[in-house]
T-cell receptor
Framework: GAGVSQSPSNKVTEKGKDVELRCDPI?????LYWYRQSLGQGLEFLIY????????KSGLPSDRFSAERTGGSVSTLTIQRTQQEDSAVYLC?????????????FGAGTRLSVL | AQKITQTQPGMFVQEKEAVTLDCTYD???????LFWYKQPSSGEMIFLIY??????QNATEGRYSLNFQKARKSANLVISASQLGDSAMYFC???????????FGAGTRLTVKP
């Protein structure tokens, strides 16, 4: 399809393990965002990529979280030594560029459960 | 401080009636964008409507319209002729020009009754 694709859709892991979440943005979109949505909450910004610029990591909650974007396209969010409080839905979005009017289109998310 | 406030955790509406979902925002920047998203139980965030702070007219997209009251910092979503498929969470969001992220409200859960 032409939308934002995220995988896996669900991930169950044990506390202390590392996980990788993948996001494939809409083709041609230069901006990519990761958000976290805890149960019944709004979205919390994590990290932003724009083209070849240095990412904005200001929303990452701890140094256990990292993300990269290879070739200006696919992005991977990695959570090391997962904790139970990391359980949430992780949403990825992309937009054509950065401007205020640029609409962010979201994927269906990865639901992470840390046991 | 909260940037986006949605004061209605849950709303009910009868099918075919109109409903207004409230959203107020806080910014000192004159240039900003306001967005509404729908999140059905499947989890995907679906873009509904956009309003720019300098736009003179209220935005409309089909059955969705945005009641933009700039002086009151209010951006309410109006859904006309509600359908059962409109039952979902609705999020208001704001984008300021010097922030890379979009700030979201806590959401309103809309239930459409047959």
């Amino acid at each position: 399809g032409a939308g934002v694709s995220q995988s896996p859709s669900n991930k169950v892991t044990e506390k202390g393990k590392d996980v990788e979440l993948r996001c494939d943005p809409i083709s041609g979109h230069t901006a990519l965002y990761w958000y976290r949505q805890s149960l019944g909450q709004g979205l919390e910004f994590l990290i932003y990529f724009q083209g070849n610029s240095a990412p904005d990591k200001s929303g990452l909650p701890s140094d256990r979280f990292s993300a990269e974007r290879t070739g200006g396209s696919v992005s991977t969010l990695t959570i090391q030594r997962t904790q139970q409080e990391d359980s949430a839905v992780y949403l990825c979005a992309s937009s054509l560029s950065r401007g205020r009017g640029n609409i962010q289109y979201f994927g269906a998310g990865t639901r992470l459960s840390v046991l | 401080a909260q940037k986006i406030t949605q004061t209605q955790p849950g709303m009910f509406v009868q099918e075919k009636e109109a409903v207004t979902l409230d959203c107020t925002y806080d910014t000192s920047d004159p240039s900003y964008g306001l967005f509404w998203y729908k999140q059905p139980s499947s989890g995907e965030m679906i873009f509904l409507i956009y309003q720019g702070s300098y736009d003179q007219q209220n935005a409309t997209e089909g059955r969705y319209s945005l009641n933009f009251q700039k002086a009151r910092k209010s951006a309410n979503l109006v859904i006309s002729a509600s359908q059962l498929g409109d039952s979902a969470m609705y999020f208001c969001a704001m984008r300021e020009p010097y922030n890379n992220d979009m700030r979201f409200g806590a959401g309103t859960r809309l239930t459409v009754k047959p």
